[in-house]
């Protein structure tokens, strides 16, 4: 018997499910470069572009992950010597410190640890400590992929302004946007980054920066900027190529253009945000039933915390790795690592998994992908309250609950 056999699914926090509508409209032959329909979609793809993270502001866009995106965004804003201050609340917070460090920029570090979020009283504390305001960029991830926290963006703007203190606020959204709400222009963030594989459910393969106004102006004197990854001429091209820095990301923009199609014109971005929060307080129902009888637990145990992106679990180790191993082999269902949560290859690494809930996702797959973690728990003899799968069947029946 093959019970894994059929279609699988992917729940790792990206790259996310995709349309098989976004699929095919990648499934053609080159088009031209120079003239036609990849040309002329550009204008409405950047409206969109600008749409989806709610902002009038800039956009430029990268062949790369999301790591090309924090490069990009990086090159642009700093120059050696400069100072930067790095809120960090996972491992992904890390990744980008490390990036910009490696510019020659001075990067101050907070820890909030793996299990809370970005407190704004300490980065307020932080800056006014820094009377000369040589700090030139607050960095934040909205939502850290390896912990789930989700930060609270204008609390931390809030913070900037309260200590008077110049620095510009650069966001990383690559986990959450399409997911969380996010709010570029309300919440007075100058750049933010995101890439195409998670949330906005097209191949991996394109990076995102938005850049405020203030922005553009602030980093007019980035030392370290090479042509490449200017992101001057991106955001204004007078040539078609200038989008890219040259040849056009021709497949992946037609399968960008039909995911924000149906992103932003068809199920409407509102209504994308509500079912990814309705999805979240599925897998948080039948993870918090679970746990009432066993090890497992959400990392983050106050739901407002929680991104609605992915959520990051702990469970007595080695359980979680003979979860994920259960999942894939008998019922096709790939959850995620832990990631940044301890030493990989150490016997508390099996400890951590998650399930990504991010991009082309509907109630029947989570609630699927939790009873088959159900099953995986009863199979495998794991302590554990009983009544996750029928929790989370609650959470999707009455929507409206909190
Ligand atoms: C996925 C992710 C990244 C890295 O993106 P890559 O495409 O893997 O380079 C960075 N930050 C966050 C928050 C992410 O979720």
């Given at each position: 018997?093959?019970?894994?056999?059929?279609?699988?699914?992917?729940?790792?926090?990206?790259?996310?499910?995709?349309?098989?509508?976004?699929?095919?409209?990648?499934?053609?032959?080159?088009?031209?470069?120079?003239?036609?329909?990849?040309?002329?979609?550009?204008?409405?793809?950047?409206?969109?572009?600008?749409?989806?993270?709610?902002?009038?502001?800039?956009?430029?866009?990268?062949?790369?992950?999301?790591?090309?995106?924090?490069?990009?965004?990086?090159?642009?804003?700093?120059?050696?010597?400069?100072?930067?201050?790095?809120?960090?609340?996972?491992?992904f917070?890390?990744?980008?410190?490390?990036?910009?460090?490696?510019?020659?920029?001075?990067?101050?570090?907070?820890?909030?640890?793996?299990?809370?979020?970005?407190?704004?009283?300490?980065?307020?504390?932080?800056?006014?400590?820094?009377?000369?305001?040589?700090?030139?960029?607050?960095?934040?991830?909205?939502?850290?992929?390896?912990?789930?926290?989700?930060?609270?963006?204008?609390?931390?703007?809030?913070?900037?302004?309260?200590?008077?203190?110049?620095?510009?606020?650069?966001?990383?959204?690559?986990?959450?946007?399409?997911?969380?709400?996010?709010?570029?222009?309300?919440?007075g963030?100058?750049?933010?980054?995101?890439?195409?594989?998670?949330?906005?459910?097209?191949?991996?393969g394109?990076?995102?920066?938005?850049?405020?106004?203030r922005?553009?102006?602030?980093?007019?004197d980035?030392?370290?900027?090479?042509?490449?990854w200017d992101?001057?001429?991106?955001?204004?091209?007078?040539?078609?190529?200038?989008?890219?820095?040259?040849?056009?990301?021709?497949?992946?923009?037609?399968?960008?253009?039909?995911?924000?199609?149906?992103?932003?014109?068809?199920?409407?971005?509102d209504?994308?945000?509500?079912?990814?929060?309705?999805?979240?307080?599925?897998?948080?129902?039948?993870?918090?039933?679970?746990g009432?009888?066993?090890?497992?637990?959400?990392?983050?145990?106050?739901?407002?915390?929680?991104?609605?992106?992915?959520?990051?679990?702990?469970?007595?180790?080695?359980?979680?790795?003979?979860?994920?191993?259960?999942?894939?082999?008998?019922?096709?269902?790939?959850?995620?690592?832990?990631l940044?949560?301890?030493?990989?290859?150490?016997?508390?690494?099996?400890?951590?998994?998650?399930?990504?809930?991010?991009?082309?996702?509907?109630?029947?797959?989570?609630?699927?992908?939790?009873?088959?973690?159900?099953?995986?728990?009863?199979?495998?003899?794991?302590?554990?309250?009983?009544?996750?799968a029928?929790?989370?069947?609650?959470?999707?029946?009455?929507?409206?609950?909190?």
């Open positions: 018997m093959h019970p894994g056999a059929g279609r699988p699914y992917l729940a790792i926090p990206g790259p996310s499910v995709m349309p098989d509508r976004v699929l095919r409209a990648m499934h053609r032959p080159a088009p031209n470069i120079y003239a036609g329909e990849v040309v002329e979609m550009m204008p409405a793809l950047v409206a969109d572009l600008r749409a989806v993270a709610r902002t009038r502001q800039h956009v430029a866009i990268y062949i790369g992950n999301g790591h090309a995106a924090w490069e990009a965004a990086n090159t642009n804003l700093f120059s050696p010597g400069d100072r930067a201050l790095s809120l960090i609340t996972g491992r917070g890390e990744g980008w410190a490390a990036g910009v460090e490696a510019l020659g920029v001075a990067v101050d570090r907070i820890d909030f640890g793996r299990s809370a979020p970005v407190d704004p009283d300490r980065v307020e504390a932080a800056l006014r400590a820094d009377r000369d305001g040589a700090i030139r960029v607050v960095l934040l991830t909205h939502v850290d992929t390896a912990t789930s926290v989700r930060n609270d963006v204008a609390a931390v703007r809030a913070a900037i302004d309260a200590a008077g203190h110049p620095a510009l606020l650069a966001v990383d959204c690559i986990a959450s946007l399409g997911c969380d709400d996010f709010r570029m222009d309300d919440w963030v100058d750049v933010m980054v995101a890439a195409s594989q998670k949330g906005l459910m097209t191949p991996p394109l990076g995102f920066v938005w850049l405020s106004e922005a553009l102006v602030r980093s007019a980035a030392a370290r900027r090479t042509p490449y992101w001057r001429p991106r955001i204004a091209p007078t040539e078609f190529w200038q989008y890219f820095g040259g040849t056009a990301p021709t497949h992946h923009l037609y399968g960008l253009r039909e995911a924000l199609g149906m992103l932003l014109h068809e199920e409407g971005l209504a994308a945000l509500a079912r990814h929060g309705l999805l979240a307080r599925a897998v948080w129902a039948a993870v918090e039933a679970w009432a009888g066993g090890s497992l637990r959400c990392n983050i145990a106050a739901r407002a915390q929680r991104s609605h992106a992915v959520t990051a679990l702990r469970i007595a180790p080695p359980d979680g790795d003979r979860l994920r191993a259960w999942c894939e082999r008998e019922a096709g269902l790939t959850l995620g690592i832990g940044g949560m301890a030493t990989p290859g150490s016997p508390e690494a099996g400890g951590f998994f998650r399930i990504g809930h991010m991009g082309h996702l509907n109630a029947q797959m989570i609630l699927g992908a939790l009873a088959t973690i159900e099953a995986g728990l009863i199979a495998l003899d794991i302590p554990h309250g009983a009544g996750g029928a929790a989370a069947a609650r959470a999707i029946a009455h929507p409206d609950a909190p």
